[in-house]
DNA sequence: CGATTCTTTGAAAACAGTCAATCTGTGTGG
DNA sequence: CCACACAGATTGACTGTTTTCAAAGAATCG
């Protein structure tokens, strides 16, 4: 997929709009990001080559960042809006695999990494301004910078890890149980995405999870 | 958990038995898949340190190799066999959610990364012979050897891959689709287990699994 | 306000789970 | 070597849950 931000040209049936937006602060949050899940400070210095290595881009609420069939060619940090990543069914049922907020990552790994077209679409859930980077550009980051080595091996870990558990819950845990869980782990979400959507996420139908959640509210 | 490697004593209610072998080429596989992985040649030297780094151990059909409550302080390269990582309900059910061959890994990466007890067992089987390594080892080798490092790196992407296609699988495919792409994608799983943990694996019951077997024969 | 999207509800059908009995093959001990 | 025990697989009857379809109600957006 072309996402329209290092190319002058908007592609036919994508209705992208660009907005030149900067400010000061915008990159703060990915700075305090990768100190955090490096555990090292970033230097003045380092922080301009990050600066350097990503683009803000704003997307429109039902908007693709991604859309199945092209590469993704680009890793998003989401500043701010909400996304998610799904897949289409032949029967044409979508399949939501995963919710991004504020501070999470956006992009089909497997897509960004070996180059094959996407399975998934990305689009965004509400008005959402990310920060975008190339695998390129990340690889040069990773080279000159050691904590971004040390970020990406944390998140490769930690995003193994949940990815386990949803797994270990998907097999052994009953519908209702699994929402319970996802309200306890992650309330934000329940308040963020619209119902159909937890409901693809959990592997159940939203009439299932609106009887579901009605049951639980007369306890 | 205490493997008993590094250890002494037989620790009380384990069932361990030792059993000291070494042949010249039983690191072979181990190195391979190293060069495999990382896309870089391992000089003698660094051979050397690698064999240093890990122990040969056998495991018995059924013995634990790692056992609920406690801490994998060890990842496995296994040799030879076949292990199950699997979680025990309140109810006494077990759920497979991974199973281990040749060539392949075991160890709970939370634990083992982490030092938290380990919500899983890891059983053998079948006799089974494993290479073992420590945190501290494998740190080392790491720090001194780059290629141990990128292994590392395409070992977390591709399991994350590899997760994130099955939590696809559990949430938008249907029980006897789950079981077509498993017989597709890995037909050694269903030669190697027997199918009450093939079904668990798939996240249904031993019945079900054996009438959707029925009923492919049939086609 | 009107249109669209999302949620809720009901009834019927499809699906998978449970329980219990039987069958099969394997391995063990006498 | 045979008999027996045991683990695993299969089958049938039943139960319970989830999906599907259809319709109506609520919320949201332009």
Same mark, same amino acid.
């Given at each position: 997929?072309?996402?329209?931000?290092?190319?002058?040209?908007?592609?036919?049936?994508?209705?992208?709009?660009?907005?030149?937006?900067?400010?000061?602060?915008?990159?703060?949050?990915?700075?305090?990001?990768?100190?955090?899940?490096?555990?090292?400070?970033?230097?003045?210095?380092?922080?301009?080559?990050?600066?350097?290595?990503?683009?803000?881009?704003?997307?429109?609420?039902?908007?693709?960042?991604?859309?199945?069939?092209?590469?993704?060619?680009?890793?998003?940090?989401?500043?701010?809006?909400?996304?998610?990543?799904?897949?289409?069914?032949?029967?044409?049922?979508?399949?939501?695999?995963?919710?991004? *907020?504020? +501070?999470?990552?956006?992009?089909?790994?497997?897509? !960004? /990494?070996?180059?094959?077209?996407?399975? @998934?679409?990305?689009?965004?859930?509400?008005?959402?301004?990310?920060?975008?980077?190339?695998?390129?550009?990340?690889?040069? *980051?990773? +080279?000159?910078?050691?904590?971004?080595?040390?970020? !990406? /091996?944390?998140?490769?870990?930690?995003? @193994?890890?949940?990815?386990?558990?949803?797994?270990?819950?998907?097999?052994?845990?009953?519908?209702?149980?699994?929402?319970?869980?996802?309200?306890?782990?992650?309330?934000?979400?329940?308040?963020?995405?619209?119902?159909?959507?937890?409901?693809?996420?959990?592997?159940?139908?939203?009439?299932?999870?609106?009887?579901?959640?009605?049951?639980?509210?007369?306890?």
């Amino acid at each position: 997929m072309v996402l329209g931000i290092f190319e002058p040209v908007i592609q036919p049936g994508y209705d992208f709009y660009f907005f030149s937006f900067t400010s000061d602060n915008m990159y703060e949050p990915l700075k305090k990001y990768i100190e955090d899940y490096s555990g090292e400070a970033i230097s003045e210095e380092e922080y301009e080559m990050i600066k350097s290595a990503f683009t803000p881009k704003k997307f429109r609420k039902k908007q693709y960042l991604l859309q199945a069939g092209d590469v993704s060619r680009y890793m998003a940090f989401i500043i701010k809006g909400a996304v998610r990543q799904y897949s289409v069914d032949d029967k044409g049922v979508e399949h939501v695999i995963y919710f991004g *907020l504020e +501070n999470w990552w956006a992009g089909d790994r497997e897509s !960004f /990494t070996m180059l094959t077209p996407s399975r @998934y679409n990305i689009d965004a859930v509400e008005d959402t301004e990310v920060l975008l980077t190339t695998y390129d550009h990340l690889d040069q *980051l990773k +080279n000159s910078i050691p904590a971004i080595g040390k970020m !990406f /091996t944390t998140m490769d870990q930690r995003s @193994y890890i949940a990815t386990q558990k949803r797994i270990h819950a998907s097999i052994s845990l009953t519908a209702e149980e699994r929402y319970q869980e996802l309200s306890k782990n992650y309330p934000a979400l329940l308040q963020r995405f619209p119902q159909n959507m937890i409901a693809s996420y959990l592997g159940i139908s939203a009439e299932t999870l609106s009887r579901i959640r009605k049951k639980a509210l007369s306890k």
